[in-house]
């Protein structure tokens, strides 16, 4: 049996995709490897700029920058074992496909989540600064509250980005589940990339036209 984040994968497979924490031999034809930022000369300028953190830095300890990021998520090993934090394998409609079974339930079955469980893990548990990035940043239950990162979704919205840039998060006010990913990590290796902002509000704003 397939599982993916703790969900089962034949539950989301009407959507012709699917989403491994262990990735198959025989599936192995359908990777395709990870690439390397291409930062511009500025982007380089600013992050030269910036003071480098030391071994014991909590931000350089976080994003595992003592690792090669890029060469430990293309290697087989890696996606064989499927370690949660970085060993997910799959496409942007298989992380879609894993949210969407949570909140609504695919190919005729219902929801894997309660509400009343959406409503407890949702709920904002750590807000503030963060004190690993600096920035603001909200937590729910090992999630990331969206919602406040992304004001067009509903309050109990969750979900979380991936180091290379991609995005995933299921909105129950909506029934929007997204999913977004990509080959070429963002520079410098962080959350979700900003294109999620423009894309993710028109994928919400198209699901509320057709409802």
Sequence with gaps: ?????????????????????????????????????????????????????????????????????????????????????????????????????????????????????????????FPGTDVVTGEVDNFALGFETSGLRYPFLGATAFGHPGVAGGQGFADPASGVAYGYTRRRFTFPPSGGAPENDRLAAAVVAAARTVR
């Excluded at 397939?2 to 262990?22: C, E, K, P, T, V």
């Excluded at 000369?41 to 953190?53: D, G, T, V």
């Excluded at 394998?89 to 992380?95: D, I, L, P, Y």
């Design 1 to 125: 049996m397939l599982r993916a984040g703790g969900l089962r994968a034949d539950r989301f497979q009407s959507l012709g995709d699917h989403l491994y924490l262990g990735l198959p031999e025989e599936q192995e034809s359908r990777f395709v490897a990870l690439q390397r930022a291409g930062p511009t000369s500025q982007q380089l300028a600013a992050f030269a700029a910036q003071p480098p953190p030391g071994k014991d830095d909590l931000f350089a300890t976080s994003f595992n920058l003592s690792v090669d990021l890029v060469d430990f998520v293309n290697r087989r090993e890696t996606r064989a074992k499927g370690p949660a934090s970085a060993g997910g394998v799959g496409s942007a409609r298989g992380v879609a496909g894993m949210y969407a079974a949570a909140i609504s339930g695919l190919g005729g079955r219902g929801p894997l989540l309660k509400p009343e469980t959406v409503t407890e893990f949702t709920a904002l548990h």
